[in-house]
């Protein structure tokens, strides 16, 4: 049974102003031996999660969002670059694989992220986002650390 996201006790407050922040907070977790999460996914896959959401920031996103769905995106975006995401969104079953993939370790998943984020240092992102659409590089890096927040704020370290 999963989670109610929206309902977890013990979440992390965090804020993070750079993609350095985000892999050091994601560093001191994989190297913590006893860091747990209080949501639905393991360490593992909450790290790969944002690593390929960053990807696909550059490489394009195979998908778009419904017409009533973007035009509610434009009117939450600012928002959300500003004040961070809430928790409780919930995927169809089948977008879940493709969005948090599994891998072998938290150390592997780690390695993903760092490859990632320096991917989004040294090259833009410009791929229109499935709701938001067209996002600046920086709006993009905004959105990277926000989704981060919201992530790893459920992934508590010893």
């Not at 989004?120 to 986002?129: C, D, P, Q, S, V």
């Amino acid at each position: 049974m999963s989670v109610d996201s929206k309902t977890v006790q013990g979440r992390r407050e965090l804020h993070f102003t750079s993609l350095d922040d985000m892999v050091a907070d994601a560093e001191k977790l994989v190297s913590s031996p006893t860091s747990r999460t209080l949501g639905n996914w393991p360490l593992s896959q909450l790290l790969t999660h944002l690593a390929t959401a960053m990807n696909a920031s550059i490489d394009g996103v195979p998908f778009t969002a419904s017409w009533p769905l973007r035009l509610f995106g434009l009117v939450i975006k600012r928002g959300i670059l500003k004040n961070g995401m809430l928790p409780g969104f919930a995927l169809l079953k089948e977008e879940e694989a493709a969005a948090f993939p599994a891998v072998s370790s938290p150390q592997e998943a780690l390695e993903m992220l760092r490859k990632a984020a320096g991917r989004l240092r040294n090259e833009r992102a410009t791929a229109r986002h499935p709701l938001f659409g067209k996002l600046t590089h920086e709006e993009w890096t905004q959105l990277h650390l926000r989704h981060a927040e919201l992530h790893l704020s459920f992934a508590v370290p010893s």
